[in-house]
């Protein structure tokens, strides 16, 4: 299926590691242009390097902390005039409500809650007038299934997939289309770090995490290509009329109400 990529600018936030990298390389596959940012210019110059060498499209980046005062300005400017735009930077810490302290829960929503948000209204008005575009919110089935255990990621999850609603409610009005995706537990070193964290807790040794992924859909976790194909296909043409609402691809987990 040609999905007639090519040729259009990307700006894909958190995209130096996980889903944000293989983002980074399916759409660049696709020919499309990027912008990247995250904290680190050293993870951004490989991955930079790693894409150049497969890809005969052009990478720019801007390595900045995006909770930082005047960065969201700073990235909408380096990137310029975008197709698209991914947010995914950003990572809420799991915990109860007596385990995260005020401190820790306004830090966790300081780069994903806000900044999609701070994001999405620097980069709507440029789309809008130029004719358009897409905002792709890679949000997390946190906000669906509402575990005590993550208690501030399904909050702060749930926020965003409201909001990718309500924007994208009325967006194809300026031709921009708003739409969220909800991966489960993907191929990257976060589930694994999560496993170990709950196999110390549940088995008693975190080195039986393993085990823990019989209880996952398959008995295993989505593959980055299961998540990433999603994305190219919504932020294509042949996607046109989707807008304001949420893709869940978890294997069911959402539905059944428990991650394990």
Same mark, same amino acid.
């Given at each position: 299926?040609?999905?007639?990529? /090519? &040729? ?16 980074? %390389? ?6 499309? !242009?990027? %912008? ?21 499209? %052009? ?8 909770? /930082? ?13 975008? =197709? ?5 930077? &950003? ?26 948000? =701070? ?5 709507? +008005? ?21 575990? +005590? ?6 909050? &702060? !999850? ?15 009005? =300026? ?7 909800? +991966? ?32 996952? +859909? ?16 919504? /932020? ?15 294997? &069911? ?8």
């Amino acid at each position: 299926m040609d999905l007639n990529l /090519a &040729g259009r600018r990307v700006l894909i936030t958190g995209a130096s590691q996980g889903i944000g990298a293989a983002l980074a %390389h399916a759409f660049a596959a696709e020919g499309c !242009n990027l %912008h990247l940012t995250a904290r680190s210019q050293a993870k951004l110059d490989n991955l930079r390097t790693e894409i150049a060498a497969a890809n005969r499209v %052009h990478v720019s980046s801007t390595a900045i902390d995006m909770t /930082a005062e005047g960065a969201i300005d700073q990235i909408v400017t380096d990137a310029g005039d975008v =197709d698209v735009l991914v947010n995914n930077a &950003g990572v809420i810490p799991s915990g109860s409500l007596d385990q995260i302290d005020a401190r820790t829960w306004r830090d966790g929503w300081s780069l994903k809650g806000f900044g999609y948000v =701070d994001m999405m209204r620097a980069v709507y +008005p440029r789309m809008k007038s130029r004719g358009g575009g897409v905002i792709l919110n890679n949000i997390g089935s946190g906000g669906e299934i509402c575990d +005590p255990q993550y208690i501030e990621g399904a909050a &702060g !999850n749930a926020s965003l997939m409201a909001v990718t609603r309500a924007l994208g409610g009325n967006s194809l009005a =300026d031709r921009i289309r708003v739409i969220g995706v909800n +991966p489960g537990p993907v191929d990257t070193p976060r589930i694994y770090q999560m496993l170990r964290t709950w196999s110390k807790s549940r088995l008693g040794d975190e080195g039986r995490y393993e085990e823990l992924l019989a209880s996952f +859909p398959l008995g295993r976790v989505a593959r980055t290509e299961e998540i990433t194909d999603l994305f190219l296909f919504l /932020a294509s043409d042949r996607s046109g009329y989707t807008s304001g609402t949420i893709f869940t691809v978890d294997g &069911g987990i959402a539905s059944r109400r428990s991650v394990l």
